[in-house]
């Protein structure tokens, strides 16, 4: 069977189904806007960590979320 890649399912979702991919960007950027946000990311420089929103935990490295799940 094909192999389907993580880049294509997200094009998929954005092209065929009409999910708002930037609408969903800015959602989880807005729900990990806090004060100390930018401290601990400054503070972490390129070491993973996560922060937990009321809804999610996010994992970040360099600034940068790389994936989130369900809290």
Known sequence: MIRVTDHAVLRYLQRVDGVDVEG???????SLDKSWTNDLVDFAGNTPFKIKAPDLTCCVRSGTVTTCYPK
């Open 24 to 30: 969903v960007r800015q959602r989880i950027a807005e």
